[in-house]
């Protein structure tokens, strides 16, 4: 089993199953052949969808997932879904159940299901989602949906990976200051308001399209249309695919699908250099220099900015 | 008002309220002079007790911190009370308030508010309030309460700058099995049945004490007491205090508060050096090469892990 990284990657673009998974399973827990697999990777990334879908608890959001895969699978897509879930910091494990899942695609292999807890800190979640869908993307998945809990700060780290994101409300999910509060709306490319049928629903409704129409706007910009689901029964499924597809056209017409590359290509070069320090400084620190440093700050003799100069050698 | 940093904290040494609130705008607004501010600072930390507060959304976390500071100032000490709200990441608002406190400890010079929002991403809010609380150390406050609402992986990385850190709870605020799946109990050093007129405060208590005797320990660890309070008409908060109390004096004499300033002052310095490259990073995007580099990237020419060697000159 011990491959190396190339042929782990040809095999895993050859259709391997068992190889996607071993990879994922290297990002995961930053095996020391990361880079190198993320090198020969990454020239065949850059054809998925990448769609992140977040909300408050008990909004139905992995129902809605489920849909949305088994509309894209009617489509003839290959659908992949990473759930994340940041809040067990401490156990590494997910959360949301695979478990589950896997029992309702179970059979179909153009499905593939992942589930990532949180490891490290420092962005470190975010930071190996963002090269899960990576993976699964050269992999040739056409769709990737990333499902994450809450609105927390790593949460939204997460969706910066996505191309498009909906953002699922139900209508005793509170009222939509709270939305504007938790800081979806600017995060936000599509509002769904599912378990439509209860009621209150179209008061929500009417909140989030007013609120869409009083954000700040000209004639080019995309208006976060809102959507009514009910996902358990399937209904509105098919008019959100159809408004997932309108919001990827329309960030390929107006350049915008370039910029979001940009700024993810940032942010991943910064996450690598970040992790790379991390590595450094822990170094440093148990080396007898650094643990002389350690001293000395707690005596007082140093402070912690000149510590950081001196670890950084300038 | 153009005072040089050494002068600022001269007088927020000698006491001056508006040099201390300058100072902390200063961290807060990660302004120029912050390394110089830090490094004069820092040989004047190391004396307050720092007290993390957290609970889930209802608890009466901002009651019980209002008593807290009370019985505080009854006993003559100095109290800082920082709130940390990362629910808000793109206003740098921040929600906790401020001003309904303010009215009552108004005219009390031995009482400080402040209220911290979020800024940036990769520990940006963490590494602020961290150096918050420094400032308001080395102002010679004898108590920080730290307050940080929810349970997300930025308020527990705001809790680690705390030495005791509180977890509040009410009896309607789940069972504990949802207290180990956030993590709290690995963080938590006390444990605060808050609203305990309230019918089922006795099982949740029970709960909390069969959790903290489950846990790994040995006749050497430090116990997690299981308070019962009513904030809001000031009951068990005096007995939470001498709790607080024997925390600390378990920190001093089992030597574990070094261990934990140790761990306090490695973040410290590795926050630093994370910032510092977010800065140099950035640069190197602004400029001509930067931009080739990220061409390069977007037609996957060069992949994100070259990128970074470049970028870090290696």
């Known amino acids: 089993m011990l491959s190396s990284p190339a042929e782990l990657v040809k095999s895993m673009l050859a259709g391997q199953r068992l190889a996607l998974a ?32 977040t909300g408050p608890p008990g909004a139905g959001k992995s129902t809605l997932v489920d849909r949305l895969a088994a509309q894209y699978r009617v489509a003839g897509m290959k659908v ?18 695979d478990r589950i899942r896997m029992q309702q695609h179970s059979g179909d292999p153009g499905v593939f299901i992942r589930s990532l807890g949180t490891r490290g800190k420092h962005g470190g979640l975010s930071h190996a989602s963002k090269e899960v869908v990576m993976v699964l993307d050269a992999a040739g998945f056409d769709i990737i949906l990333v499902e994450t809990a809450g609105v927390g700060q790593t949460e939204l780290d997460v969706l910066r990976l996505a191309q498009s994101v909906i953002v699922v409300l139900v209508p005793e999910s509170g009222d939509s200051i709270q939305v504007m509060k938790a800081g979806l709306m600017e995060i936000a490319d599509l509002f769904v308001v599912n378990k439509s049928d209860r009621p209150e629903a179209d008061k929500l409704v009417r909140e989030l399209i007013t609120m869409v129409s009083m954000s700040p706007h000209d004639e080019h910009s995309w208006m976060n249309p809102v959507m009514k689901t009910e996902a358990v029964r399937d209904s509105g499924v098919k008019e959100l695919v159809e408004a ?10 107006t ?26 400084v822990e170094g440093m620190f148990r080396s007898s220099s650094g643990e002389d440093i350690l001293e000395k700050l707690i005596r007082r003799e140093l402070d912690p900015y000149e510590a950081a100069r001196w670890m950084s050698g300038s």
């Open 22 to 53: 071993r990879l994922i399973s290297k990002v995961e827990n930053r095996d020391r052949d990361l880079a190198e697999i993320m090198r020969i990777l990454y020239q065949h990334t850059g054809h998925a969808q990448v769609i992140g879908i």
């Open 80 to 97: 992949a879904i990473v759930a994340v879930d940041p809040s067990s910091p401490f156990s590494g494990g997910a959360i949301l159940g």
């Open 244 to 253: 997932i597809g309108s919001h990827q056209d329309y960030l390929t017409r």
């Open 255 to 280: 350049g915008k699908r370039t910029v979001k590359l940009r700024e993810f290509l940032k942010n991943e070069v910064f996450d690598i250099l970040v992790e790379r320090l991390q590595h450094s």
